[in-house]
């Protein structure tokens, strides 16, 4: 033993014999003396840890010491043990104390953690020393003890290991549940894997059913459970159409449906039955969340709703919006109920052209009703959506009319829950649509009315200290306030956010001063036309236009430096145009050009593909007749401070061409862009013709949705 280590021991020693006499150290071997200096310099390494320098754990390391040396002398005083033995004992105990300091340099293992961890050693010593199972030291602590114990020297080879392992494996699953099945296709013989599997069904049915289709151990294990969820999961993972019954999992696990009663739907020509099941297992699964009870899957089964309503409705509605005969355009609604048209109008918000719902949807929920009112639809349905459905009549004007349809105290009522409880959500989406809603709205009542309500839920979170209450009521008071000019609300000194009102034209350069405009073409029949009236607008001797294989280039020739481009709008069929708008993404990004202007010029079904390779360097985004929460809300995930211009409806060609033209022209001038002026003057441009249309343009000061949540995601004080 080296001189300072011996003196410690030494030191040591004294100290402890009064308070443990039974423990006293008897002479060390110095055969074995390293293997305690071993152990001596663990505890140290410990002592010298931050956590224990910086808080009040030096009578829990007092403990340890006195601990940990009676372990040893314990050790030594064992006449039973051999020498042999006793080396494999205090190298054991270091073990432990070395497992401890590499899962507390790891953050494993808290400092609270130690004195267990000793306490569950020296039982699990014990035991091994007395030829009993340690499994009960494994039950009875905690995961990481138990992870630290499970290799040691001393302790691997006794006979409670093997269960204990699996227990291990179990314990790991309750922290980390979605790792159940990754955890088990390493080992699915554990004792425990028939109660995992069960759990996994419910955690997450969809990853089950991939992992029992597998042709390996654990695909097998999953099948041979004797569970009734687990089994249908299984029986269904075998068949190829598989997950058109998942949307119905919850029915088939109660026993409500049988895979019989759904398999003739998902044929082609049953596609509409399938829908219609669609809609009936959705309005129950409404009724039974507004109790409480989350259905299996139910995320599942609203997201094969909305593709089902694009794919066999929406889709063809919309691609015959040029048919002036409305009985031919809608006849795919024909066989539909006011229930089944409601789910198109709240399943595909973001997909109905404005004529689609206006001619075609909306008229016929009450066409179809014996009594047209609109509290019985909302009863019809469970009140399933119905801010979303608020939301959407707000937006296409329909609102005015909806509400009538009741009387005006259930008008009032609903108009009252639209607003309330946004706090309670665990999404912004409601309290967004709140916002879009209100700036469609014109008449002054209706308008009062939310807003008294906004400043009462204000007043009631405030009271009640929900600071995420406070802050979403506190920002749509102020974002409904700034559209009353008397009320002479300034958005971004309130909101803390830059300002909504103008875009300086030096934010929009780069380094070298230049605006770097980038516009996504898409090469169906109304893309080719758009792009060919978008040429057309800077044939004016003002810019050049630069032809390249598969893109173009719109250069100033005078003002300050702007570069347009601009991907051409190739054959779509053979995905031409999505390789263009890469090879024009990758250019930019070769040559260190970041667009600040990103404009989307296609159809809502093409948006996803424009905001997946959207600039994260974009200020401004014109995303075209595509609001609504979830657009909005990945644009700024991807561009937090963008300034965003959409449409309540369908975009106009003319008008994007004016709008693109004096943005284009006030940049080259350069002036900043300034909404209010801006709109100010694309109106007296289109004139009375276009005024309808134009007013459904969102300005990025009027875009209350997107101003949302800019300011929710912005750092900010929560006052009253």
């Known amino acids: 033993m080296k001189p300072f280590k011996a003196i410690l021991v030494l030191f040591l020693i004294p100290i402890l014999l009064p308070a443990q006499d039974e423990l006293a150290m008897p002479l060390i071997p110095a055969m074995r003396q390293l293997h305690h200096e071993y152990i001596i310099g663990s505890i140290q390494k410990i002592n010298q840890l931050p956590a224990v320098r910086d808080s009040g754990y030096q009578k829990t390391m007092v403990w340890v010491d006195e601990t940990i040396t009676g372990i040893r002398a314990q050790i030594e005083r064992n006449q039973q043990l051999e020498d042999n033995a006793k080396y494999r004992w205090l190298r054991s105990v270091n073990e432990v104390l070395t497992g401890f300091l590499q899962y507390q340099q790891s953050g494993q293992i808290r400092l609270n953690q130690l004195e267990p961890l000793i306490k569950a050693y020296q039982q699990a010593m014990k035991l091994a020393l007395a030829d009993q199972s340690i499994y009960p030291v494994f039950e009875n602590n905690d995961l990481v003890i138990g992870n630290i114990l499970i290799d040691n020297f001393c302790l691997k080879t006794n006979q409670g290991i093997p269960a204990a392992k699996d227990l291990l494996v179990w314990k790991y699953c309750q922290i980390y549940p979605d790792q159940i099945l990754n955890t088990l296709s390493k080992q699915p013989q554990n004792i425990f894997a028939d109660t995992l599997i069960v759990q996994a069904a419910f955690q997450d049915p969809e990853k089950l059913y991939n992992f029992a289709a597998a042709p390996n151990a654990l695909g097998r294990k999953i099948q041979s459970v004797n569970h009734v969820l687990v089994k249908i999961i299984g029986q269904l993972s075998l068949t190829k159409t598989g997950r058109m ?84 355009r809608f006849k795919v609604l024909d066989k539909l109920t006011a229930a089944e048209l409601y789910y198109l109008a709240v399943m595909g918000e973001s997909e109905l052209y404005t004529s689609s719902f206006v001619s075609g949807v909306y008229p016929r929920i009450f066409q179809k009703m014996l009594e047209p009112n609109a509290d019985t639809l909302l009863s019809m349905v469970n009140n399933d959506f119905f801010k979303k459905f608020i939301r959407v009549s707000a937006a296409y004007n329909t609102l005015d009319d909806f509400l009538r349809r009741m009387d005006s105290a259930s008008a009032k009522k609903r108009m009252e829950s639209f607003v309330d409880g946004l706090e309670l959500s665990a999404s912004l989406e409601d309290a967004v649509d709140v916002a879009d809603s209100y700036s469609s709205i014109y008449q002054p009542q209706l308008r009062q009315l939310i807003l008294d309500r906004v400043q009462m839920n204000r007043l009631k979170n405030w009271n009640a200290q929900n600071k995420k209450g406070v802050r979403i009521y506190k920002m749509l008071d102020l974002l409904f306030q700034s559209l009353d000019s008397s009320c002479q609300v300034d958005l971004s000194k309130e909101l803390g956010i830059d300002p909504v009102y103008e875009m300086a034209n030096r934010l929009l350069q780069d380094s070298a001063g230049r605006i770097v405009i980038q516009q996504f073409f898409y090469g169906d029949k109304d893309g080719m036309n758009v792009f060919l009236a978008f040429l057309a607008g800077f044939n004016n001797g003002k810019w050049w236009v630069i032809q390249k294989p598969e893109w173009v280039e719109i250069v100033a020739k005078t003002g300050v430096p702007i570069t347009i481009y601009a991907n051409k709008p190739l054959n779509e069929q053979l995905d031409l145009d999505a390789k263009a708008q890469a090879s024009l993404s990758n250019y930019l990004a070769d040559k260190g050009l970041e667009p600040s202007i990103v404009i989307h010029r296609g159809h809502s079904y093409h948006l996803r593909s424009t905001i997946e390779q959207l600039a994260p360097s974009a200020k401004l985004v014109i995303l075209g007749g595509c609001g609504g929460y979830q657009n909005l809300n990945d644009v700024l995930q991807i561009c937090p401070t963008a300034q965003i211009i959409s449409t309540k409806q369908v975009g106009t060609g003319v008008i994007n061409k004016g709008l693109i033209n004096e943005i284009s022209e006030t940049l080259r001038a350069g002036q900043n862009l300034n909404w209010p002026s801006l709109w100010n003057n694309m109106a007296k441009q289109l004139g ?25 995601n912005h750092p900010e004080k929560v006052s009253k």
């Open 688 to 712: 009375p013709k276009y005024k309808e249309t134009f007013d459904d343009y969102v300005p990025p000061h009027k875009n209350l949705g997107a101003i949302f949540i800019t300011a929710f």
């Open 245 to 328: 019954y998942f949307p119905f999992l919850d029915q088939l696990y109660h026993g409500k449906f049988s895979m019989e009663d759904i398999t003739p739907m998902l044929v082609d020509d049953s596609a509409s039955r399938y829908y219609k099941l669609l809609v009936d297992t959705r309005i129950e699964y409404a009724g039974r969340m507004q109790k409480g009870d989350t259905p299996l899957l139910e995320k599942v089964l609203t997201a094969k709703l909305r593709s089902k309503a694009v794919e066999l409705y929406i889709n063809e509605i919309n691609a015959l919006h040029e048919l002036k005969d409305l009985k031919i």
